[in-house]
């Protein structure tokens, strides 16, 4: 099992920045991969960024290229999500989550444990 624990969120104006960041506990951090997923109201949870096991490899959604920045530090068994140039169309609750595999999974089954979710919201 898995714990996740996600802070950050919060509301800021457009082209502003926050940093999400999301506490796993309960087993080895390392051999598992992270991902960023977010829900907009009325809309599909997405994928927006993941990372495997050692960094070594990310994505991104298309949307959020250049904007967005996935890291992760195994010594603090802690995923970031550094968000900057924030859009009003990133409003979403956001929802880190984690895989019992260290490859990158792009679908929302592919994720094992969830956390609770943070709200960003971004002002026009």
């Known amino acids: 099992q898995v714990q996740l624990v996600e802070s950050g969120g919060g509301m800021v104006q457009a082209g502003g920045s926050l940093r999400l960041s999301c506490a796993a506990s309960?087993?080895?951090?390392?051999?598992?991969?992270m991902g960023w997923f977010r829900q907009a109201p009325g809309k599909e949870r997405e994928l927006v960024a993941a990372i495997t096991w050692n960094g070594g490899s990310t994505y991104y959604t298309d949307s959020v290229k250049g904007r967005f920045t996935i890291s992760r530090d195994n010594a603090k068994s802690t995923v970031y999500l550094q968000m900057n140039s924030l859009k009003p169309e990133d409003t979403a609750v956001f929802y880190c989550?984690?895989?019992?595999?260290?490859?990158?999974?792009?679908?929302?089954?592919?994720?094992?444990?969830w956390g609770q979710g943070t709200q960003v919201t971004v002002s026009s």
């Open positions: 989550a984690a895989r019992d595999n260290v490859a990158i999974g792009l679908r929302t089954w592919e994720y094992d444990y």
């Open positions: 309960g087993r080895t951090f390392m051999t598992i991969a």
